[in-house]
Protein backbone atom coordinates (compact mmCIF):
# COMPACT_ATOMS: atom_id res chain seq x y z
CA UNK A 1 0.00 0.00 0.00
CA UNK A 2 1.53 3.60 -1.00
CA UNK A 3 0.72 6.98 0.25
CA UNK A 4 0.74 10.18 -0.60
CA UNK A 5 1.29 12.86 1.67
CA UNK A 6 -0.12 16.39 1.17
CA UNK A 7 1.12 19.88 2.97
CA UNK A 8 -1.55 21.75 3.03
CA UNK A 9 -1.06 25.63 4.24
CA UNK A 10 -3.60 28.85 5.22
CA UNK A 11 -2.83 30.09 1.76
CA UNK A 12 -5.16 26.57 0.88
CA UNK A 13 -8.40 27.10 2.82
CA UNK A 14 -11.25 27.14 1.07
CA UNK A 15 -12.52 29.97 3.08
CA UNK A 16 -10.41 32.39 4.27
CA UNK A 17 -12.92 33.89 6.57
CA UNK A 18 -12.56 30.79 8.68
CA UNK A 19 -9.16 32.49 9.51
CA UNK A 20 -10.32 35.51 11.18
CA UNK A 21 -11.60 35.86 15.10
CA UNK A 22 -15.19 35.90 14.58
CA UNK A 23 -14.80 38.96 16.93
CA UNK A 24 -12.82 40.61 13.71
CA UNK A 25 -15.68 39.92 11.37
CA UNK A 26 -17.51 42.66 9.88
CA UNK A 27 -20.65 41.77 7.84
CA UNK A 28 -22.50 44.19 5.46
CA UNK A 29 -22.26 45.44 2.36
CA UNK A 30 -22.38 49.66 2.84
CA UNK A 31 -20.66 50.56 6.22
CA UNK A 32 -23.99 51.62 7.82
CA UNK A 33 -24.94 48.22 7.14
CA UNK A 34 -25.27 44.34 8.48
CA UNK A 35 -26.63 41.81 6.65
CA UNK A 36 -27.29 37.81 7.25
CA UNK A 37 -28.63 36.08 4.85
CA UNK A 38 -32.13 37.87 4.63
CA UNK A 39 -31.93 39.61 6.81
CA UNK A 40 -30.62 43.49 7.54
CA UNK A 41 -29.82 45.47 10.09
CA UNK A 42 -28.71 49.56 8.78
CA UNK A 43 -28.03 52.63 11.13
CA UNK A 44 -29.61 56.02 10.21
CA UNK A 45 -26.81 57.95 8.63
CA UNK A 46 -28.26 61.69 9.34
CA UNK A 47 -28.73 61.64 13.60
CA UNK A 48 -30.85 65.12 14.49
CA UNK A 49 -30.25 67.27 17.43
CA UNK A 50 -32.71 69.37 19.09
CA UNK A 51 -31.90 72.01 21.40
CA UNK A 52 -33.39 71.70 24.71
CA UNK A 53 -33.58 75.03 25.42
CA UNK A 54 -34.89 76.39 22.87
CA UNK A 55 -37.66 73.76 22.85
CA UNK A 56 -38.83 75.08 26.47
CA UNK A 57 -38.32 78.69 25.81
CA UNK A 58 -40.57 78.32 22.24
CA UNK A 59 -43.42 76.83 24.57
CA UNK A 60 -43.33 79.56 26.96
CA UNK A 61 -41.73 78.23 30.09
CA UNK A 62 -39.03 80.41 31.51
CA UNK A 63 -35.51 78.58 32.94
CA UNK A 64 -35.12 78.19 36.56
CA UNK A 65 -32.48 81.21 37.54
CA UNK A 66 -30.60 78.71 39.36
CA UNK A 67 -29.81 76.70 36.58
CA UNK A 68 -26.02 78.33 35.66
CA UNK A 69 -25.46 75.12 33.29
CA UNK A 70 -26.87 77.18 30.12
CA UNK A 71 -24.15 79.85 30.86
CA UNK A 72 -21.43 77.93 29.23
CA UNK A 73 -23.18 74.95 27.56
CA UNK A 74 -26.28 73.68 25.45
CA UNK A 75 -28.40 70.98 26.14
CA UNK A 76 -29.12 68.71 22.82
CA UNK A 77 -31.68 66.00 22.58
CA UNK A 78 -29.59 63.63 19.75
CA UNK A 79 -31.77 61.03 17.91
CA UNK A 80 -30.23 57.85 16.51
CA UNK A 81 -31.98 55.46 14.97
CA UNK A 82 -31.58 51.83 13.87
CA UNK A 83 -33.64 49.74 10.91
CA UNK A 84 -34.25 45.93 10.88
CA UNK A 85 -35.58 43.97 7.23
CA UNK A 86 -36.38 40.72 7.34
CA UNK A 87 -37.51 39.57 3.64
CA UNK A 88 -38.58 36.01 4.91
CA UNK A 89 -36.64 33.03 6.24
CA UNK A 90 -36.44 31.72 9.31
CA UNK A 91 -34.20 34.05 10.80
CA UNK A 92 -34.73 36.51 13.78
CA UNK A 93 -33.02 39.38 15.10
CA UNK A 94 -32.92 38.33 19.22
CA UNK A 95 -30.81 41.12 20.39
CA UNK A 96 -29.92 44.58 18.58
CA UNK A 97 -27.22 46.81 20.15
CA UNK A 98 -25.60 50.22 19.12
CA UNK A 99 -22.47 51.67 20.30
CA UNK A 100 -21.53 55.56 20.04
CA UNK A 101 -18.81 57.95 20.71
CA UNK A 102 -17.86 61.02 21.23
CA UNK A 103 -14.85 62.77 20.87
CA UNK A 104 -12.22 63.89 23.60
CA UNK A 105 -12.12 67.45 22.54
CA UNK A 106 -14.34 69.55 22.62
CA UNK A 107 -15.73 68.22 26.07
CA UNK A 108 -18.88 66.23 25.69
CA UNK A 109 -21.23 64.28 28.23
CA UNK A 110 -23.89 62.19 27.74
CA UNK A 111 -26.60 63.44 30.26
CA UNK A 112 -29.09 60.28 30.13
CA UNK A 113 -30.40 57.63 27.40
CA UNK A 114 -33.51 56.68 26.10
CA UNK A 115 -35.39 54.28 25.83
CA UNK A 116 -34.60 52.28 29.16
CA UNK A 117 -36.97 49.36 30.36
CA UNK A 118 -38.38 51.48 33.28
CA UNK A 119 -39.52 54.53 31.02
CA UNK A 120 -40.97 51.67 28.98
CA UNK A 121 -45.09 51.23 28.68
CA UNK A 122 -47.24 48.41 27.18
CA UNK A 123 -49.63 48.96 25.30
CA UNK A 124 -52.21 47.12 23.51
CA UNK A 125 -50.29 47.04 20.29
CA UNK A 126 -46.80 47.41 20.89
CA UNK A 127 -44.30 49.61 23.34
CA UNK A 128 -43.85 52.65 24.13
CA UNK A 129 -41.09 54.83 25.58
CA UNK A 130 -42.56 57.98 27.93
CA UNK A 131 -39.92 60.10 29.62
CA UNK A 132 -39.76 63.29 30.79
CA UNK A 133 -36.68 65.63 30.21
CA UNK A 134 -35.98 68.35 32.94
CA UNK A 135 -34.71 71.17 31.95
CA UNK A 136 -30.72 69.72 32.97
CA UNK A 137 -30.96 67.17 30.31
CA UNK A 138 -32.21 64.17 32.97
CA UNK A 139 -34.44 61.33 32.27
CA UNK A 140 -37.74 60.27 34.36
CA UNK A 141 -41.17 58.91 34.58
CA UNK A 142 -43.31 61.58 33.10
CA UNK A 143 -46.32 63.15 34.97
CA UNK A 144 -48.63 61.98 32.21
CA UNK A 145 -51.51 64.26 33.51
CA UNK A 146 -49.42 67.35 33.30
CA UNK A 147 -48.67 67.73 29.79
CA UNK A 148 -49.85 68.80 25.74
CA UNK A 149 -48.77 68.33 22.52
CA UNK A 150 -45.58 70.41 21.20
CA UNK A 151 -43.63 69.19 18.06
CA UNK A 152 -42.29 65.94 16.48
CA UNK A 153 -38.85 65.42 17.89
CA UNK A 154 -37.61 62.70 15.28
CA UNK A 155 -37.35 63.03 11.45
CA UNK A 156 -39.47 59.34 11.13
CA UNK A 157 -42.34 61.06 12.75
CA UNK A 158 -42.66 58.31 15.78
CA UNK A 159 -41.36 60.47 18.57
CA UNK A 160 -42.87 63.43 19.37
CA UNK A 161 -41.95 65.95 22.41
CA UNK A 162 -44.75 67.65 24.52
CA UNK A 163 -44.33 70.73 26.69
CA UNK A 164 -44.77 69.77 30.29
CA UNK A 165 -46.86 71.90 33.04
CA UNK A 166 -43.46 71.21 34.95
CA UNK A 167 -40.34 72.66 33.51
CA UNK A 168 -38.81 69.78 31.19
CA UNK A 169 -40.10 68.26 28.04
CA UNK A 170 -42.61 65.01 27.99
CA UNK A 171 -40.78 62.36 25.08
CA UNK A 172 -43.23 59.59 23.65
CA UNK A 173 -42.04 57.52 21.26
CA UNK A 174 -42.48 53.73 20.16
CA UNK A 175 -40.15 50.76 20.88
CA UNK A 176 -39.44 47.35 19.31
CA UNK A 177 -39.19 45.75 22.49
CA UNK A 178 -39.69 46.57 26.76
CA UNK A 179 -36.55 45.08 27.47
CA UNK A 180 -33.55 47.94 26.80
CA UNK A 181 -30.19 48.47 28.51
CA UNK A 182 -28.84 51.72 28.21
CA UNK A 183 -25.45 52.79 29.75
CA UNK A 184 -23.30 56.07 29.24
CA UNK A 185 -24.56 58.65 32.09
CA UNK A 186 -21.54 61.04 32.74
CA UNK A 187 -19.44 59.70 29.73
CA UNK A 188 -18.40 60.25 26.56
CA UNK A 189 -20.10 56.61 25.47
CA UNK A 190 -23.44 56.01 25.08
CA UNK A 191 -24.79 51.92 24.16
CA UNK A 192 -28.12 50.50 24.14
CA UNK A 193 -29.27 46.97 24.29
CA UNK A 194 -32.18 45.92 23.10
CA UNK A 195 -33.68 41.79 23.68
CA UNK A 196 -36.81 40.46 21.85
CA UNK A 197 -39.51 39.65 24.21
CA UNK A 198 -42.28 37.41 22.61
CA UNK A 199 -41.84 38.79 19.18
CA UNK A 200 -38.05 39.40 17.34
CA UNK A 201 -37.29 42.54 16.54
CA UNK A 202 -38.23 44.35 12.76
CA UNK A 203 -38.55 47.73 11.77
CA UNK A 204 -37.55 50.88 12.74
CA UNK A 205 -36.35 52.07 16.27
CA UNK A 206 -35.12 55.41 17.66
CA UNK A 207 -32.76 56.24 20.15
CA UNK A 208 -31.84 58.88 21.73
CA UNK A 209 -29.48 60.64 24.44
CA UNK A 210 -29.06 64.13 26.26
CA UNK A 211 -25.85 65.92 25.12
CA UNK A 212 -24.15 68.62 26.96
CA UNK A 213 -22.05 70.47 24.71
CA UNK A 214 -20.12 73.68 24.73
CA UNK A 215 -22.08 76.73 23.43
CA UNK A 216 -19.19 77.01 20.95
CA UNK A 217 -19.60 73.72 19.04
CA UNK A 218 -21.48 74.38 16.39
CA UNK A 219 -21.55 70.42 15.20
CA UNK A 220 -20.44 67.22 16.76
CA UNK A 221 -18.75 64.31 14.87
CA UNK A 222 -19.44 60.98 16.96
CA UNK A 223 -18.56 57.12 15.97
CA UNK A 224 -21.38 54.84 15.76
CA UNK A 225 -21.17 50.77 15.39
CA UNK A 226 -24.40 48.43 15.51
CA UNK A 227 -24.54 44.87 16.11
CA UNK A 228 -27.10 42.69 15.78
CA UNK A 229 -27.46 38.93 17.14
CA UNK A 230 -30.02 36.60 14.90
CA UNK A 231 -30.98 32.96 15.29
CA UNK A 232 -32.29 30.41 13.97
CA UNK A 233 -35.73 28.75 15.48
CA UNK A 234 -33.97 30.09 18.65
CA UNK A 235 -30.75 28.16 17.95
CA UNK A 236 -27.40 28.68 16.52
CA UNK A 237 -27.31 32.68 17.46
CA UNK A 238 -24.53 34.35 15.39
CA UNK A 239 -23.43 37.78 16.51
CA UNK A 240 -23.18 40.11 13.45
CA UNK A 241 -20.88 43.61 13.96
CA UNK A 242 -20.73 46.66 11.58
CA UNK A 243 -17.87 48.78 10.98
CA UNK A 244 -17.59 51.86 12.85
CA UNK A 245 -19.11 54.59 11.67
CA UNK A 246 -18.40 58.60 11.86
CA UNK A 247 -21.91 60.95 11.84
CA UNK A 248 -21.65 64.29 11.80
CA UNK A 249 -24.65 65.83 13.69
CA UNK A 250 -25.16 69.74 13.17
CA UNK A 251 -25.31 71.60 16.50
CA UNK A 252 -26.58 75.06 14.60
Not at 133 to 141: F, L, S, T, Y
Amino acid sequence: MSFVDFELGMDDAVDRGLLTAPEKKVYGGGPNEISQKRIRVRLGERPTARNLRLLLESAGQTLPPNLSVYKGYNIWIINLSVGIVKEGGWQDVTQLGLHAELPTQPRFTVLSLLPETRLIQKLKTGFKCQAHVEANGMAKIPDLAESFVGAPVSASGKAVVEAAASIGWDLSFSVLTPVVTAIGKGDRRAEWLLEAGDEPLIGDQDLMFTLLAPLTADEVSLTARVQATISTFDFLPVVLRGREVELQVDLT
